[in-house]
């Protein structure tokens, strides 16, 4: 599909799923804007092999939980670019946490980072995309699956596809869509840090394809909501997750 002229921000855009997006709408034509957190290196690396691709990718490092940083990112896309057509929020921490061993300071920055950073960019999008653009916010298959260790995670992902829906709602006069995509276990450095091989292998095992997902199959779901041809999709959340949930 051609984007050119189309104008992408993907947060979390330098690693994982993310970064794939980057790489798929960059190949369309699209021109993005790519946050990253921490990791420079990878954000030089996205920088490097995208450079020969029709869209142009620049990065910015940004705190999605912090709201100055969230509004110089739509800045970029609008001075640089001159606008917004499609908003991924791919941007996300986590780590397992049972709730006889969390505390104030572990809920305050995964609610931070993963519910108020999407919620800030969920805002900014709703103020200043332009007029039939699409919105695509990462939410988790664990909402289904439940494990212990996930509540806060799920508590923020919950709050995602729930905002999600009614945003939906208020955009749509403009022709916007917004939707989730809820993955299921995809092999990321997101994913597989702090797990045993043991613990690797369950999770593909206890896929019906056999499988863990990977960032490809994520990405082709979200390539197919900011398209033309999701159009009638709104409000959805999509379970990319090989079956699991």
Same mark, same amino acid.
């Given at each position: ?79 640089? @670019? ?16 049972? @709730? ?18 999407? @919620? ?38 919950? &709050? ?7 945003? &939906? ?20 450095? @997101? ?38 041809? &999701? ?15």
């Amino acid at each position: 599909m051609n984007r050119a002229g189309q104008v992408a921000i993907v947060t979390g855009g330098s690693g994982g799923i993310g970064r794939e997006t980057v790489m798929r709408l960059a190949a369309s034509g699209c021109d993005v804007v790519a946050s990253y957190s921490s990791s420079e290196k990878a954000a030089q690396t996205l920088l490097d092999e995208s450079e020969d691709l029709p869209g142009k990718v620049v990065v910015m490092k940004a705190d999605v939980a912090q709201a100055g940083d969230v509004d110089a990112l739509f800045d970029k896309a609008e001075k640089r @670019f001159g606008g917004l057509d499609i908003l991924v929020t791919a941007a996300g921490i986590f780590k397992p946490t049972l @709730f006889a061993k969390a505390d104030e300071a572990h809920f305050d920055r995964e609610i931070a980072v993963n519910m108020r950073g999407t @919620f800030l960019c969920l805002a900014q999008a709703a103020r200043r995309m332009r007029d039939g653009g699409r919105i695509v916010a990462i939410s988790t298959t664990t909402l289904a699956l439940k494990p212990p260790g996930y509540g806060i995670y799920n508590a923020a992902k919950g &709050a995602i596809e729930a905002m999600i829906a009614i945003l &939906a709602r208020e955009v749509g006069g403009r022709h916007i869509t917004a939707n989730c995509v809820a993955p299921g276990p995809v092999e990321t450095d @997101f994913f597989l840090k702090d797990k045993t091989k043991e613990d690797i292998a369950a999770r593909a095992a206890s896929a019906p394809l056999g499988r863990l997902g990977q960032p490809d199959d994520i990405a082709d779901a979200i390539e197919l909501l900011v398209s033309g041809k &999701a159009q009638w999709i709104n409000g959805q959340t999509i379970r990319a997750n090989g079956g699991m949930a």
